[in-house]
Nanobody, 120 residues
């Protein structure tokens, strides 16, 4: 069993910063890709940022230069540093982890989400 739990969301003013954290725990052999997605009210879930085990990062155009994804493989964690926040960043943010629970078996796990609200 693997659990993924996000934290760090909250209310922040326009232009402010937040750091989201996501911890994976349980029967983990190794974690491959880790991602942050978000879903705003009335919109589809979208990819915000992704990071491979090797540290290669990918960002949505809307957050490039403002958000930074990083990971700590020793602690099975991934982070999202969000700066210069805008009202359009308001959403529920979800973490996912592609977890290998044996050398050959893997599955993608999602957290329950953490809400970010940017006030103008």
């Amino acid at each position: 069993q693997v659990q993924v739990v996000e934290s760090g969301g909250g209310l922040v003013q326009f232009g402010g910063s937040l750091r989201l954290s996501c911890a994976a725990s349980g029967s983990i052999f190794r974690i491959n890709d880790m991602t942050w997605h978000r879903q705003a009210p009335g919109k589809q879930r979208e990819l915000v940022a992704a990071i491979t085990r090797g540290g290669t990062t990918t960002y949505a155009d809307s957050v490039k230069g403002r958000f930074t994804i990083s990971r700590d493989d020793d602690r099975h964690m991934v982070y999202l540093q969000m700066n210069s926040l805008k009202s359009e960043d308001t959403a529920v943010y979800y973490c996912s982890a592609d977890v290998l629970f044996t050398a050959l078996q893997h599955a993608n796990y999602w957290g329950q989400g953490t809400r970010v609200t940017v006030s103008s």
